[in-house]
Nanobody, 125 residues
Framework: QVHLVESGGGSVRDEDSLTLSCAGYPYNMYCMAWFRQAPGTEREGIAVIRFPGTILYTESVKGRFTISKDSDKNILYLSMNNLKPDDSAMYFC?????????????????????WGQGTQVTVAS
C-alpha cells in the first residue's frame, strides 16, 4: 500500500537550505519525483529518479537541489541549497510504476498514480 507523506518544509531566508522527505512507499518505483506548485501556477516537476537510478532535474534547480533515496528505509529526499524567494511553493512527492510516459521532470503530473499531501516551503528575501 502506498501512502506518501512529505515532511521537512518550513520558512527560511534567502540562501538557506532545507531537506524534504517523502515516506510511505513499500518499494522503489519506476519514476519517483518531486513537484512544486506556487499559487496561481501549474504544478512543476523539478527532480526525478528513474529506476534504477538515473537522476534528472529541471534547469531552475540544477546545482542547488539534490534528489536522493534511502532504499533501506524507503524514503525519498530533496535537499535544497541556496534557496531563493522564487522557490517558495508547496512541494509534493509523486510516484508511478507506469512506464508509458517515461520519467523526466517534464512528465505530466496527471500521469503519476501516487501523491503526497505536500509540504510548504517559504523563502523570505
Amino acid at each position: 500500500q502506498v501512502h506518501l507523506v512529505e515532511s521537512g518544509g518550513g520558512s527560511v531566508r534567502d540562501e538557506d537550505s532545507l531537506t524534504l522527505s517523502c515516506a510511505g512507499y513499500p518499494y522503489n518505483m519506476y519514476c519517483m519525483a518531486w513537484f512544486r506548485q506556487a499559487p496561481g501556477t501549474e504544478r512543476e516537476g523539478i527532480a526525478v529518479i528513474r529506476f534504477p537510478g538515473t537522476i534528472l532535474y529541471t534547469e531552475s534547480v540544477k546545482g542547488r537541489f539534490t534528489i536522493s533515496k534511502d532504499s533501506d528505509k524507503n524514503i525519498l529526499y530533496l535537499s535544497m541549497n541556496n534557496l531563493k524567494p522564487d522557490d517558495s511553493a508547496m512541494y509534493f512527492c509523486a510516484m508511478t510504476q507506469d512506464l508509458t510516459h517515461g520519467c523526466t521532470p517534464e512528465r505530466p503530473p496527471a500521469t503519476f498514480n501516487y501523491w503526497g499531501q505536500g509540504t510548504q516551503v517559504t523563502v523570505a528575501s
